[in-house]
Nanobody, 124 residues
Framework: QLQASGGGLVQAGGSLRLSCAASGFTFSSYAMGWFRQAPGKEREFVAAVSWSGGGTRYEDSVKGRFTISRDNAKKTVYLQMNSLKPEDTAVYYC???????????????????WGQGTLVTVSS
């Protein structure tokens, strides 16, 4: 089970930190990813972190603004979002992928478990 939290309403240029708490599986054996879905659009990859935290991947539009991290002791993955833009408005989902590579996958079809989503709204 994955429980995402931390979404909300923020002005453009502001920051938010999303959290996703995991339970019911061996968190440290799973890569973790964040995806988002804006109204009327397909779900898209945002960022992912390897099982160890040693490898990360980002969608181009968030590079330099978002940072993904994880705490295996707390079974939690984070997404720090800075310099938010109105186009970042979406429902953000966390997901878990059983993957022991240091380069996490970016395709949603590789992910086994999904959280319920948390809404991020960025006003201009």
């Amino acid at each position: 089970q994955l429980q995402a939290s931390g979404g909300g309403l923020v002005q453009a240029g502001g920051s938010l930190r999303l959290s996703c708490a995991a339970s019911g599986f061996t968190f440290s054996s799973y890569a973790m990813g964040w995806f988002r879905q804006a109204p009327g659009k397909e779900r898209e990859f945002v960022a992912a972190v390897s099982w160890s935290g040693g490898g990360t991947r980002y969608e181009d539009s968030v590079k330099g603004r978002f940072t993904i991290s994880r705490d295996n002791a707390k079974k939690t993955v984070y997404l720090q979002m800075n310099s938010l833009k109105p186009e970042d408005t979406a429902v953000y989902y966390c997901a878990a992928d059983y993957c022991l590579n240091q380069i996490p996958n970016r395709s949603e079809y590789d992910y086994d478990y999904w959280g319920q989503g948390t809404l991020v709204t960025v006003s201009s």
